[in-house]
């Protein structure tokens, strides 16, 4: 069974950093198989894809609203997956999930469709 864990989240002062971590357990293949993205949900919102990484990590995406903030990385050795976010922002403050998925290619994507594991969300609550 897949467990994906998220860990990381609090509240912060404005302009503040936070690093975000999800671990996944239960894989039927190797870790670096797999695409990872981070997403975010506020409330009365969408879900909306924040990053992406590829399976070599060669791929990455940022939405435009933390283009330059946050970094996204992985440590294939360790079936995790990192989001450094720095500069926060109120307008930042969501619960944060990572998902998951096989990938056949090295490519990432932030559509909610792409990914079949997530973890149950870390808050993240900026204040301002």
């Known amino acids: 069974q897949v467990q994906v864990v998220e860990s990381g989240g609090g509240l912060v002062q404005a302009g503040g950093s936070l690093r975000l971590s999800c671990t996944i357990s239960g894989l039927a293949f190797p870790f670096d198989d797999y695409r990872m993205a981070w997403f975010r949900q506020a409330p009365g919102k969408e879900r909306e894809g924040v990053s992406c990484i590829s399976r070599s990590g060669g791929t990455i995406y940022y939405t435009n609203s933390v283009k330059g903030r946050f970094t996204i990385s992985r440590d294939n050795a360790k079936n995790t997956v990192y989001l450094q976010m720095n500069s926060l922002q109120p307008e930042d403050t969501a619960m944060y999930y990572c998902?998951?998925?096989?990938?056949?290619?090295?490519?990432?994507?932030?559509?909610?469709?792409?990914?079949?594991?997530w973890g149950q969300g870390t808050q993240v609550t900026v204040s301002s």
């Open positions: 998902a998951a998925d096989w990938a056949s290619l090295d490519y990432c994507s932030v559509s909610l469709n792409s990914y079949n594991y």
